[in-house]
């Protein structure tokens, strides 16, 4: 099996040296990076594949349960949400208004949340986003960002406002 994807990627080489003009003699330089380049092509090739975008396209899955209301302040006793850690169950929904201070969001730090979850929960977060995880800001008291977590796997998601994470407006939903 090694040999067989050895000649193959040679093969390739060959090609790509053909296509691009005279075989060249340096084929050992040829084998040896092709070695190396080998395994990282294959992942290369994952990557490549628009797998935010593909997987970005996923239906958004509906709150079929409780809404939870978390309120956003910035005041005296600083920026924060109430309740900041809190428990919801697969499809419920959280519903994060703006008391004051704000502008606020929510946020998911992408790399807390497991790959096969944070397509889900992206699409979960609607389509008024500053970006993947991360809701548009809200500045107006009663405005309000909603998300589901319908085909939410159980497991604790941190998450925070993104202007005020430095303050320390961050909490963690543990999802049952
Ligand atoms: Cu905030």
């Known amino acids: 099996m090694r040999f067989y994807g050895f000649a193959v990627a040679v093969g390739v080489i ?27 092509s294959t992942s290369s090739t994952t990557a490549t594949t628009p797998g935010g975008t593909t997987s970005g396209s996923v239906a958004p899955a509906p709150i079929t349960g409780k809404v939870h209301e978390v309120k956003m302040y910035g005041d005296a ?13 697969e499809g419920d929904g959280a ?38 995880l991360s809701s548009a800001l809200k500045t107006n008291p009663g405005e309000s960002v909603t998300i589901s977590f319908g085909k939410i796997k159980p497991g604790q998601y941190p998450f925070h406002c993104t202007p005020h994470l430095a303050l320390g407006m961050k909490g963690v939903i543990t999802v049952q």
Do not use: I, W
């Not at 005279?22 to 395994?39: G, I, L, Q, W, Y």
């Not at 600083?78 to 900041?84: D, Q, V």
């Open 95 to 132: 519903k994060f208004v703006v008391v004051g201070g704000g502008p606020h969001n929510v946020a998911f730090d992408a790399a807390t949340v497991a790959a096969d979850v944070k397509t889900q929960l992206d699409s979960n977060m609607g389509t008024d986003k500053l970006g993947e």
């Open 77 to 89: 006793k600083g920026y924060r949400f109430e309740p900041a850690n809190f428990t919801v169950k």
């Open 14 to 40: 060959t090609l790509g040296a053909c296509a691009g003009g005279e075989k060249k003699p340096t084929d050992t330089t040829h084998v040896a990076v092709d070695t190396s380049t080998s395994s990282a």
